[in-house]
């Protein structure tokens, strides 16, 4: 004051002795409401033709005419809530997605300490109702998204910490849809001016929403790819390579409990009995169940909306683009998946997919399953990446102990069975797959019987069956599926202490190595036979002594000429091994025993 009467002492005027202190304005400036609401509302809307405005930090309140009433609350009309959803920190409210709340009937509100309306100056809120029907809408994240969200319900109430209703709302989200009851909008807290001083908003923005009743989610797969989307990320190959086999095939989420969406944490959650369900064909059906599926979003923040994963970069104030699934965990004792249509079927308390990197994570206090093609693995904890074709053999860990169960191309009816005590890895190497166990492992299997070792590598190749694309018995629903893989073992190295049980011979030995030799099923191979056969259609009758026994009589005891088996004891620290196929019968093809090499032979009699 005595800056501005020293001012002005040569004019002698004493209208100066006072400041005017200018009023705050209801109305917002049109210039930058216009800015900022074009996007959210269309051109003849009345939100666009200058409404009085309580703005805050989160949202805005629009109405267009208010009344004050004898019990101090507030009557506006018509009335519209926008809010904004959470963003990166320091991302300016323009620059977050908005969720805008019409309510043509207007609301009655109560703030703490009442309102001035001549000077724009509202309390806070502690309660109110949004009369007759409300309606939920939320705009593109960009043009083109197709991930808007629209809502229907009645009855709303709001106070300072939440929206809610009991009523029955219907709600979209892009092309999926869904309904349910008892609808909650979780209000973020309120934020301090910089000063420290007053709460500077009269409503909080949106922390989450929760309907207590899900009657039914329908969730859209994602749009076909075209050819020349060069630039698809990751996780929606990823998405697309489960919708394999039926691309317009969606999904269906049934629940007992609630159905929660927290907007910090980009989490969705079904609780109680939940059933997720997708309709290939006809007669092909996935389906999964759990107590709880918690389903995670990301934001794409990347050059041309390429995938940018939040730990990825350092800025905290770039704007965060539209969400996009990332990964799904489900919970339960245990939860299950059933997914034929890309041969999978998974068991665990904690079962975990991440579309971006295509990896499951199963954990389990006792023995989690998985099972994809021909292959079944038990184990507490496994972590598998499917290959980019799902049906092709991935990348797989496992904690011991375990057991590994895989029906071979080579005998399909006898599956062999691997167990281990401490770890299992599964990795690409050059043109097959490595299958690595150690400590305590054992194989039984329909070529080597019975094998003990501290350390086991296995090399497997898959082999396509072309014949599975036209065989008739094939279900016609699944013609769209690729043709079935199967796998074989092309060799081994067993190491540490290494003993072998088979029916033509024993071994122990420090180190075993062996490959496998295989013949078609010819008319050249048809009358083979070798005392050396590990299945019996190649069996050569025996007479006491064989071929590798160089002239040795052997013992024959009491055994007949005709009923005689010679049993082969092989010791020695380095144990080469050539194994022959033909077709689905096997026999050792060669051998070489190196360091302190022993050889014997049994005989007994053969069980007819």
């Known amino acids: 004051r005595d800056k501005l009467v020293t001012g002005v002492q040569t004019c002698a005027l004493p209208i100066c002795s006072e400041a005017i202190t200018e009023p705050r304005l209801v109305s917002a400036s049109r210039e930058r409401l216009h800015s900022e609401l074009a996007s959210l509302f269309p051109e003849d809307a009345w939100e666009r033709e200058r409404p009085k405005v309580v703005e805050t930090d989160q949202g805005v309140l629009l109405f267009k005419d208010y009344r004050p009433m004898n019990d101090g609350r507030i009557e506006l009309s018509p009335c519209t809530l926008v809010f904004f959803l959470p963003g990166a920190k320091g991302e300016p409210r323009t620059a977050r997605r908005a969720m805008i709340m019409l309510v043509p009937k207007g609301a009655v509100l109560q703030f703490d300490g009442g309102a001035d309306t001549t000077r724009g100056e509202f309390g806070r809120l502690v309660g109110g109702s949004l009369r007759g029907e409300v309606r939920i809408h939320a705009p593109e994240s960009r043009p083109g998204a197709n991930d808007q969200i629209d809502a229907s319900t009645d009855g709303v109430k709001i106070d300072e910490q939440r929206i809610w209703t009991p009523q029955r709302v219907d709600f979209r989200f892009g092309p999926s849809y869904g ?21 500077t908003n009269a409503v909080g ?3 989450s929403l929760r309907i207590e009743r899900l009657d039914r989610l329908h969730i859209e797969p994602p749009a076909p790819e075209q050819p020349s989307a060069n630039n698809v990320d990751l996780s929606t190959r990823a998405m697309r390579s489960l919708f394999r086999g039926g691309t317009n095939a969606p999904l269906e989420v049934f629940c007992d409990g609630p159905l929660e969406f927290q907007f910090e944490d980009s989490e969705i959650t079904f609780e109680d009995s939940v059933r997720v369900e997708r309709i290939v064909t006809n007669s092909l059906r996935d389906e999964l169940r759990c107590d709880r599926l918690s389903i995670f979003f990301r934001h794409r923040s990347g050059k041309n909306g390429a995938p940018a994963i939040a730990e990825e970069t350092s800025s905290t104030t770039a704007s965060r683009g539209p969400l996009e699934l990332e990964r799904i965990v489900a919970r339960g004792a245990p939860a299950t998946l059933q997914a034929p249509s890309v041969g999978a079927a998974a068991q665990a308390e904690r079962l975990e997919y991440n579309l971006r990197t295509r990896e499951f994570r199963l954990k389990d206090g006792r023995r ?38 895989a029906k071979l191309v080579d005998d399909p009816n006898r599956p062999a ?6 770890e299992l890895q599964l990795r690409p190497q050059e043109d097959s797959h490595l299958l690595s166990l150690l400590e305590g492992v054992r194989l039984e299997g329909p070529t080597l019987g019975e094998l ?41 190295l067993a190491s540490g202490s290494v003993r072998i049980e088979s029916a033509p011979f024993s071994a122990k030995t420090n180190r075993l190595e062996a490959w496998i030799r295989r013949l078609d099923p010819s008319p050249a191979t048809a009358g083979f036979k070798t005392p050396w056969a590990l299945t019996p259609q190649l069996a050569a009758p025996q007479t006491g002594n064989t071929a590798l026994n160089r002239g040795s009589q052997g013992q024959r005891g009491n055994a007949s000429e005709e009923n005689a088996v010679t049993h082969h004891v092989l010791n020695g620290d380095l144990l080469r091994l050539q194994l022959l196929q033909i077709g689905t019968n096997w026999a050792l093809d060669d051998l070489m025993v190196e360091g302190h090499a022993y050889f014997a032979q049994k005989i007994g009699r053969a069980h007819v």
Not at 417 to 422: P, S
Not at 458 to 463: A, F, G, R
């Open 452 to 492: 003990h070792t501290d350390e086991l590598h296995v090399w497997l190749i898959e082999m396509f069956d072309p014949s599975t694309a036209t065989d008739p018995n094939r279900d016609p629903d699944r013609s769209e599926l690729p043709v079935d893989v199967q796998v074989q073992i092309d060799r081994l």
């Open 205 to 207: 923005g949106i922390a």
């Open 179 to 199: 309904s349910g009851s008892e609808l909650t909008i979780g209000l973020a807290p309120r934020i301090r001016s910089k000063s420290g001083g007053n709460l």
């Open 368 to 405: 989690a399953q998985l099972q994809h093609l021909q292959a079944q693995i038990e184990t507490p904890e496994l972590q598998y990446q499917l290959s980019e074709d799902p049906q092709r053999l991935g990348v797989a860990w496992a904690a011991g102990p375990g057991v590994f169960t």
């Open 417 to 422: 069975t691997i167990a281990w005590n401490r």
